[in-house]
Nanobody, 122 residues
């Protein structure tokens, strides 16, 4: 089973940028779909975006489309989430997760990282 570790969260002002990382160990990402989700206090876990690792095809939630970009580094077995034009409503704990098929539902993903906090101040 793959182990995931997110990093890169922090405090940023509205309009700023952050890049999150999701590093895998134990297995490579090569056969997976890898997704980003976020969860704000009192809210359910929300889909952000996902990438099919072997093709690089990405798909994003409407709320982040045009602002967030998922990329990957095969050599480092690491996925990134570049977040630009951040808004206070982007404040959440961000998680990466692996799944076997392209999906936007959290229950379609089976291995999760511990999350990294992102706070966007107004």
């Amino acid at each position: 089973q793959v182990q995931l570790v997110e990093s890169g969260g922090g405090l940023v002002q509205a309009g700023g940028s952050l890049r999150l990382s999701c590093a895998a160990s134990g297995r490579t990402f090569s056969t997976y779909v890898v997704g980003w989700f976020r969860q704000a206090p009192g809210n359910e876990r929300e889909f952000v975006g996902t990438i099919r690792w072997n093709t690089g095809y990405t798909y994003y939630a409407d709320s982040v489309k045009g602002r967030f970009t998922i990329s990957r580094d095969n050599a480092k077995n690491t996925m990134y989430l570049q977040m630009n034009s951040l808004k206070p409503e982007d404040t959440a704990v961000y998680y990466c997760a692996t799944g076997r098929r392209f999906a936007i539902r959290a229950d379609e993903y089976d291995s999760w990282g511990q999350g990294t906090h992102v706070t966007v101040s107004s």
